[in-house]
């Protein structure tokens, strides 16, 4: 396996998006191995770290990223590709980034025309994604500030004012999303119901919490609720070929004018009253309820989350770059996993389900089926039969 000798860190240009993929703390592991680091002018300047401090940490700062593009064959940024980048890449470049490639089958036709190497970052932490921790850390106080009387919500404070009572609020979701919100909730005040399908989940909460409450997932118990309640944070990823809705237009037209609904796994299918906004302009208002639907939320606390979202993925990029693509995804399942083309083939399970495109499994395309393999358990429910026929 040929060492691989470059690296070179994006600039993210989504709208609204701060983040950057490694701080100049990883930069100086990366460039300690002997790899040369690249790094696009100003990618860390929103998240507090100058070009100044990467190239002390060894790095060598580029103008453009279209010379990253131009130049390198391993490269890395946090947001999907954008269209604007597609006629950047190259054939055989190797990309990691949150893909989300399930949902974007434009973005995914592009990945497998030009034969590149793609792994979806959001499918590679084996013990949750920092991202999810901010974004519902982040998110339950952007649902707290579009509240505010100044942006059309109730005005009501989260643990109140005086004898105001506190804001009540609906957590759907007990993963690491839902967790990171009950948290933010419960330390500012507020009265806080948490729903899942998993009952251990919730009692794991209580015991944590004591002053919470918890009730089942499902309509039955968010008709009964909803009414009453201030704020409604969605933490659920709802799967992507659902054909209903956990919460209809009728059940967000009985909560109260000036209520919130923040979505915070952004998914179209969970709410049917869902439109995906940006940090420009965060918040509309549907059946007289406020909503925040901006799709990367923890891009607004930049800082903490770059420092985060760096140290979790430094050691899939050390272990790619040293050890070669095939071995990393011997040693990690998580990486495997996440593998979601490999030239011109696809290769992530979910989006063959929901595209309905064929795909390989990525512990066969690498020629690694016969060694013994790190485990690791699906990133979702979705399956597929859909082969590449031999």
């Not at 100044?150 to 004012?161: D, I, Q, R, T």
């Not at 690491?176 to 009265?191: E, F």
Request: charged share 25%; net charge negative.
């Amino acid at each position: 396996m040929e060492k691989i000798s470059t690296f070179r860190v994006l600039k993210d240009i989504k709208n609204g998006e701060y983040r950057v993929v490694l701080t100049p703390d990883e930069v100086a592991e990366l460039t300690g191995d002997g790899t040369q680091v690249y790094v696009a002018k100003g990618a860390g300047y929103k998240a507090g770290f100058d070009d100044e401090d990467y190239a002390k940490a060894g790095a060598l700062i580029t103008e453009t990223n279209e010379e990253i593009w131009k130049k390198c064959d391993f490269v890395a940024k946090v947001k999907e590709i954008e269209p604007s980048e597609y006629d950047l890449i190259r054939e055989g470049q190797m990309i990691f980034c949150c893909i989300h490639p399930a949902a974007h089958p434009e973005e995914v036709s592009v990945l497998l025309d030009k034969k590149v190497i793609a792994i979806t970052a959001e499918d590679s932490h084996r013990y949750g994604s920092p991202n999810c921790e901010a974004a519902g850390k982040a998110g339950a106080f952007m649902g707290l500030w579009a509240m505010m009387s100044n942006h059309g919500g109730s005005g009501k404070f989260a643990n109140g004012v005086g004898p105001s009572e506190p804001v009540r609020a609906i957590v759907c979701g007990a993963g690491t999303v839902g967790r990171a919100a009950v948290d933010t909730l419960y330390r500012m005040g507020a009265h806080v119901m948490v729903s899942d399908v998993y009952q251990p989940a919730l009692d794991a909460l209580k015991e944590k919490y004591p002053d919470i409450e918890t009730m089942a997932a499902g309509k039955a118990a968010l008709e009964e609720k909803m009414p009453d309640a201030d704020l409604l944070l969605n933490c659920v990823r709802w799967p992507k070929d659902a054909t209903d809705y956990m919460i209809t237009r009728q059940m967000v037209a009985s909560m109260r004018r000036g209520s919130v609904i923040c979505d915070i796994s952004n998914d179209y299918g969970c709410i049917e009253t869902f439109r995906e906004t940006t940090h420009d302009d965060p918040i509309y208002t549907e059946e007289g309820v406020i909503h925040y639907c901006v799709n990367n939320i923890p891009g607004a606390i930049a800082g903490s989350t770059s420092v985060a979202y760096a140290k979790a993925l430094i050691g899939h990029f050390r272990s790619i770059i040293n050890d070669g693509l095939a071995e990393a995804c011997v040693k990690n399942g998580y990486l495997r996993r996440s593998l979601t083309c490999y030239k011109g083939y696809l290769t992530h399970e979910e989006t063959s389900g929901i595209q309905e495109r064929p795909w390989i499994r990525p512990e066969e395309i690498l020629g690694i089926a016969d060694r013994e393999l790190d485990p690791a358990p699906a990133a979702t429910t979705t399956r597929s039969e859909n082969y590449y026929q031999k």
